[in-house]
């Protein structure tokens, strides 16, 4: 299981099905595809710096961003939305790598970068749990970068499912007691800006995933696929399967 697949079993188990049992793919949006090409530029900068303790300079940065988020529609992986126009993403995406590159990359002291775990989730379990970290500082610190179109709340940080589960792998696999996480965030306003927000996962909180994680597996062992219209999610905006499930079509596994 990886966090993704957790994320979308929990929000709706019909749409869990569609994406990973039957496998139907749909195209990224364009704000996918910027996110994407953020991450892949934020990631380049941080991988030699491990080694160099220097950052890139910013317009190489911006330079691979444009690369990979056009390299993305060359290829026919994306499909805008209707309110979504490439030009426009582009431009954003480039004045977010360049703040995230001015204002965050220059504290940072980069040891581990987009590196893959899998932990074993115990007897209790079916599946494993595998993730990458975008990020693990020299002092332990477990970091996620991302760009919002509003800044991200403490409280939303505290509980996020994604950094959650960064700590239990890190947890299980340094036999620490507890993870230190940051949320380093660029605001895509028209000016973008920061936010960088510090939280911790401690063993009781590792302890509770873990059961949570058990009870997604079996469920999904148990093939257990209900649809969830409860909820933003359920909108053709936001989900691609949203014609398939609301036009009754037969789902099989």
Not at 46 to 55: A, G, L
Not at 86 to 99: E, F
């Amino acid at each position: 299981l990886s966090f993704s697949q957790v994320a979308t079993f929990l929000r709706c188990p019909r749409q869990y099905q569609y994406r990973y049992v039957r496998g139907v793919r749909t195209p990224a949006s364009g704000a996918m595809v910027q996110s994407r090409a953020f991450h892949e530029a934020v990631a380049r900068n941080y991988r030699q710096k491990v080694s160099s303790n220097e950052d890139l300079p910013m317009s190489e940065m911006q330079e691979f961003f444009i690369e990979r988020f056009e390299q993305a529609f060359a290829r026919g992986d994306a499909a805008l939305e209707p309110h979504e126009k490439a030009g426009v993403l582009k431009d954003q995406g480039v004045a977010i790598t360049a703040a995230h590159h001015r204002l965050i990359a220059p504290g940072v002291e980069p040891l581990l970068v987009e590196h893959r775990f899998r932990i074993d989730l115990g007897e209790d379990s079916p599946f494993d749990l595998v993730g990458v970290w975008d990020l693990v500082e020299r002092d332990a610190t477990v970091a996620d970068h991302k760009a919002y179109r509003k800044a991200p709340r403490q409280d939303m940080v505290d509980r996020d499912l994604q950094l959650g589960l960064y700590a239990l792998a890190f947890c299980t696999i340094s036999g620490e007691a507890e993870c230190r996480l940051r949320m380093d965030a660029v605001v895509k306003d028209a000016s973008p800006w920061i936010r960088q927000l510090s939280t911790l996962r401690t063993q009781r909180d590792c302890l509770w995933l873990r059961g949570l994680l058990g009870e997604v597996g079996r469920a999904i062992q148990a093939g257990r696929f209900y649809p969830n219209p409860n909820g933003w999610h359920c909108d053709p905006r936001f989900c691609g399967y949203w014609n398939r499930c609301m036009g009754m079509e037969e789902v099989t596994s």
